[in-house]
């Protein structure tokens, strides 16, 4: 039996995801959450082997995969969200999101994620896969890998550099805002993307969110990712 528990504000959602999954024999349905905290005090009841989360739904936030992990680390997570950006939707794999789906996803998909998560796989949908691409991002980026052991000499100024590229500003906003030129800010990016040995912005954004310059709830609500 595959353990589930269901997390969004919605009721509608809830009610349908409950009525589809019941469907299945191998699924059991522990519970629903309304709330981050809801959802917390569930994990820690039940230990769900998977949760279906919509992280961007009122009363959630991303914050809430790290704390389902912390009190139940063998539980996976799977978001099943509206439409984000690929910036939004890498940065969440990078919280801790296993797979990821959209609420709109045809029944195989929703099922098959849930099975090809809980046996230790990713499940991306097409959609999904193709935001990522629409913003391109490279697909390498979602095997969020560790980014080397290697101590990294960054200046401070390339400390703001990043964080301002991971916020989504374009160069020449990074420019105005440091009172330097495009072509000095662009010369930054290079040299980071050399130090930190990655060729895309993505990967930038990435070590943002790894090193704590940012946190994943900037890009929660980004109708677009950073140029």
Do not use: W
């Given at each position: 039996m595959i353990r589930i528990a269901i997390a969004d504000s919605n009721h509608l959602i809830r009610a349908g995801?409950?009525?589809?999954?019941?469907?299945?024999?191998?699924?059991?349905l522990v519970g629903e959450a309304v709330s981050d905290d809801h959802l917390v005090d569930l994990v820690k009841a039940f230990r769900p082997d998977i949760i279906l989360v919509d992280f961007a739904a009122r009363d959630f936030?991303?914050?809430?995969?790290?704390?389902?992990?912390?009190?139940?680390?063998?539980?996976?997570?799977?978001?099943?969200?509206?439409?984000?950006?690929?910036?939004?939707?890498?940065?969440?794999?990078?919280?801790?999101?296993t797979s990821y789906i959209k609420t709109d996803c045809d029944v195989h998909e929703i099922v098959g994620s849930i099975r090809e998560t809980h046996s230790g796989g990713?499940?991306?949908?097409?959609?999904?896969?193709?935001?990522?691409?629409?913003?391109s991002i490279d697909v390498e980026d979602l095997q969020l890998g560790d980014m080397g052991c290697e101590p990294v000499s960054l200046s401070e100024r390339e400390l703001e550099v990043i964080r301002l590229i991971a916020e989504g500003y374009t160069n020449n906003e990074i420019a105005a805002k440091l009172f330097l030129s495009p072509h000095t800010v662009n010369t930054h990016r290079k040299n980071i993307m050399a130090k930190l040995g990655v060729n895309n912005t993505a990967a930038i954004v990435l070590y943002a969110v790894k090193t704590d310059l940012v946190s994943p709830n900037k890009f929660l609500f980004s109708p677009v990712g950073p140029n």
């Amino acid at each position: 039996m595959i353990r589930i528990a269901i997390a969004d504000s919605n009721h509608l959602i809830r009610a349908g995801l409950n009525a589809l999954l019941s469907q299945y024999g191998d699924f059991e349905l522990v519970g629903e959450a309304v709330s981050d905290d809801h959802l917390v005090d569930l994990v820690k009841a039940f230990r769900p082997d998977i949760i279906l989360v919509d992280f961007a739904a009122r009363d959630f936030s991303v914050d809430v995969v790290q704390r389902c992990i912390r009190v139940s680390p063998q539980s996976r997570l799977v978001a099943i969200t509206p439409e984000q950006s690929g910036i939004t939707i890498v940065n969440a794999l990078r919280a801790g999101i296993t797979s990821y789906i959209k609420t709109d996803c045809d029944v195989h998909e929703i099922v098959g994620s849930i099975r090809e998560t809980h046996s230790g796989g990713r499940f991306f949908c097409g959609q999904i896969l193709e935001a990522i691409r629409r913003e391109s991002i490279d697909v390498e980026d979602l095997q969020l890998g560790d980014m080397g052991c290697e101590p990294v000499s960054l200046s401070e100024r390339e400390l703001e550099v990043i964080r301002l590229i991971a916020e989504g500003y374009t160069n020449n906003e990074i420019a105005a805002k440091l009172f330097l030129s495009p072509h000095t800010v662009n010369t930054h990016r290079k040299n980071i993307m050399a130090k930190l040995g990655v060729n895309n912005t993505a990967a930038i954004v990435l070590y943002a969110v790894k090193t704590d310059l940012v946190s994943p709830n900037k890009f929660l609500f980004s109708p677009v990712g950073p140029n």
